[in-house]
């Protein structure tokens, strides 16, 4: 699999040296980009802690805490910039205390499968919502950090995807077949 990040980092830099427009304010539109944005990653942590609490497969957990260092990798970096910009930051929910996924009941806890196929809708998720933000950008440097987030969902995305695949849990549409093209006989 490709680095992604190391792909991120030669574009933004040909990028920013193309232009580079940090003084310019934030439009209404970058800022409800930033806001939103961090709003989701705020919850989305909510849910990895709870994840790491529940689920005891090495896979799964290893998932968790990718995407947990990365949402707060993203949810620093994006503070920062909001707190710079003077824009106030959305609530954030409480810290979830570390619980043994072993003393969980049954009944409470999500299963692996569910714990891993949410995640990974929660990484297209973000993705899509970082391209559609760095189009919006008129800010070179908002609309890097947007491309920089939704390279590194995009790879947890394909980390997702793989262990789901082989775990067997991929969830996926039927085969779509043209109407009027041969059926493969059974």
Excluded at 64 to 82: N, P, R, V
Excluded at 119 to 146: H, K
Aim: charged residues 20%.
């Amino acid at each position: 699999m490709p680095n992604f990040a190391q792909l991120f980092e030669s574009a933004a830099n040909v990028f920013q040296s193309l232009t580079d427009n940090k003084k310019d304010p934030l439009h209404v539109g970058e800022v409800m980009s930033c806001w939103t944005y961090l709003a989701f990653v705020n919850n989305i942590m909510t849910y990895e802690e709870i994840g790491l609490n529940t689920t005891t497969d090495s896979g799964v957990r290893e998932l968790y805490q990718d995407g947990y260092k990365i949402a707060t990798s993203h949810k620093e970096q994006i503070t920062k910039l909001m707190q710079e910009e003077g824009v106030t930051l959305p609530r954030s929910p409480e810290k979830k205390p570390y619980s043994d996924p072993s003393a969980v009941p049954v009944g409470v806890s999500f299963t692996d499968f569910e714990l891993a196929n949410t995640i990974n809708i929660n990484f297209v998720a973000a993705a899509d919502m970082c391209a559609a933000a760095a189009s919006q950008c008129l800010r070179t440097d908002i609309g890097l950090m947007f491309l920089k987030f939704q390279t590194e969902k995009l790879a947890m995305g394909y980390k997702a995807k793989e262990l789901i695949q082989k775990k067997g849990w991929l969830i996926k549409p039927p085969s779509y077949q043209p109407p009027g093209t041969p059926h493969p006989k059974k």
